[in-house]
């Protein structure tokens, strides 16, 4: 081989070595001020606003069933990171991410009280029988999840879809948090790392998430931001537009259910079913971030006026 041949094959390779590099430094996702700055564009400017927001007398109502007032500055995201799906669904460990509060009875509460809002979470087994769970509501009324955990953490439905082959499995443990965080900096910055690191301990290879409230739609499409930067695939479910399309989760399926019981009407299993199955089979098929809406409200309502329900 000629001089220049080698001169040129080095310098192909060194090509190849630095694109490397910076593509693996760019993956690093849960780690460092650009991570963060890309799950919240212009970070600095959305500090601005909340503070001003806060100035101006911060959270919307009396009663932690209020939610934040229509002046709350929500988070505007031009784009959105993408992971695609390395697994069809019959094949993959699904997590399940739910901001409804839910927490062991017996054990500690999460703080309503708490102006930013509260940045624990907890990791609570997939088995635990629903009245073993409390839910510390803020921003939603909680009265459908306590007639019927599975309208925000679908727990029952994710078994039987592991049981029919819809899913490969329900991760062993979810996730719980209390979605109702004004800080958006906070919970980015404080939060989502502990929370990314410990659903990647679990080699998940996808994840579902499930706001409670109109705030919860903006701290879940956070997280499944981060997710995605950490290369887990995520759906997140939605009842309001506005939100989604402002934050930009990676993957958001939209339809005309209600706060409060988002993953499906309390009491009504098929109603749960048809969410949650028509959701989780758009994670494979999606190539690029989007919101999606799904068909299951129109087909609820006719059976509605039929009076089949």
Same mark, same amino acid.
């Given at each position: 081989?000629?001089c ?12 190849? +070595? ?8 760019? @993956?690093?996702? %849960?780690?460092?001020?650009?991570? $963060? ?6 970070? +600095? ?9 806060q ?17 709350? &500055? ?10 695609p ?10 997590? *399940? ?7 062991? %009875?017996?054990?500690?509460?999460? %703080?309503?009280?708490?102006? /930013? ?7 609570? =087994? ?11 509501a803020?921003?939603? /009324? ?19 879809? +592991?049981?029919?082959?819809? #899913? ?11 979605g109702?965080? =004004? ?10 790392p ?10 998940? $290879? ?7 409230s ?8 956070l ?18 537009? /506005?939100?989604v399309?402002s ?11 209600? !706060?409060?019981?988002?993953?499906g009407?309390?009491?009504? &299993?098929?109603?749960?079913? @048809?969410?949650?199955?028509?959701? !989780? ?5 999606? %190539?690029?971030?989007? #919101? ?5 409200? *129109? ?8 009076g089949?329900?």
């Open positions: 081989m000629s220049n041949a080698n001169c040129c094959l080095r310098t192909a390779v060194a090509k190849l +070595e630095a694109r490397q590099t910076k593509s693996l430094r760019n @993956r690093k996702s %849960d780690r460092g001020e650009l991570r $963060q700055l890309e799950i919240i564009d212009n970070i +600095e400017a959305w500090r601005e606003r909340y503070s001003a927001w100035r101006d007398g911060g959270d919307g109502g009396a009663g932690e069933s209020a939610d934040v007032s229509r002046s709350y &500055p929500f988070v505007q995201n031009k784009r959105a990171p993408f992971a799906a390395r697994r069809a669904l019959p094949m993959l460990n699904l997590a *399940l991410i739910s901001s409804a509060g839910a927490y062991i %009875d017996g054990t500690a509460a999460f %703080d309503l009280s708490a102006t /930013d809002g509260d940045f624990t979470f907890r990791e609570i =087994p997939s088995q635990i029988e629903a009245e073993d769970l409390r839910f510390a803020r921003g939603y /009324d909680p009265a459908a999840v306590e007639s019927d955990s599975n309208s925000l953490l679908p727990l029952a439905r994710l078994l039987e879809f +592991e049981s029919n082959g819809i #899913i490969g499995q329900l991760n062993p443990v979810f996730w719980s948090c209390c109702f965080i =004004p800080n958006a900096t906070r919970l980015v910055e404080e939060m989502v502990r929370l990314v690191e410990r659903v990647k301990r679990s080699e998940v $290879q996808a994840a579902l998430l499930i706001p409670a109109r705030l919860c739609h903006q701290s879940v499409s997280i499944a931001r981060a997710l995605e930067f950490a290369d887990i695939p995520t759906m997140t479910l939605a009842v309001d537009k /506005d939100v399309a934050v930009r989760p990676p993957r958001a399926a939209l339809y005309a259910g209600k !706060l409060g019981s988002v993953a009407l309390p009491n009504w &299993p098929e109603h749960q079913r @048809r969410v949650l199955d028509e959701a !989780l089979r758009l994670i494979e098929p999606m %190539d690029q971030p989007g #919101i999606q809406n799904l068909g299951v409200a *129109l087909e609820s309502q006719v059976e509605v006026a039929r089949e329900r």
